[in-house]
């Protein structure tokens, strides 16, 4: 049985993507919203592949926007559980963002997402058997 720490490490989950317009807002960076549904994708990713069950968002929590993501940047999502309840999981998202150009990278953007895990019938269970 893996332990609580290999299964965090285990379960850390990467993501890149580019930025392009159709992902911009106005100002030519990118859009809240889109930053906001990758980083609750991601996290879903670390609390499924953690818990290895069904389980759903409860609450996001604490989202900074540090600093703005411009069209043609990579960003990199990382979700990694910071807390581990009964049966829930908080995973913490950095996105950050690189230069396409040169090596400068900088943390744009945190959050904490809250996830619980479910039977079938949608009710709680353990988030994961010990």
Do not use: W
């Not at 890149?16 to 994708?41: C, S």
């Not at 960003?75 to 150009?101: H, Q």
Request: glycine letters at 4%.
């Amino acid at each position: 049985m893996n332990s609580i720490e290999d299964l965090i490490e285990k379960s850390e989950t990467r993501i890149f993507k580019a930025v392009f317009p159709n992902t911009t807002n106005h100002y030519e960076t990118l859009f809240g919203g889109t930053a906001l549904q990758l980083m609750d994708e991601v996290s879903f990713i670390c609390a499924t592949r953690f818990s290895r069950k069904k389980v759903v968002t409860i609450s996001s929590d604490k989202i900074d926007f540090e600093k703005p993501i411009p069209e043609g940047t990579i960003i990199e999502l990382v979700a990694k559980v910071s807390e581990v309840g009964r049966t829930s999981c908080t995973v913490r998202v950095d996105i950050y963002k690189e230069d396409m150009y040169s090596y400068q990278r900088d943390l744009a953007v945190t959050g904490l997402f809250k996830f619980v895990a479910i039977d079938n019938n949608k009710k709680p269970i353990p988030i994961i058997d010990k």
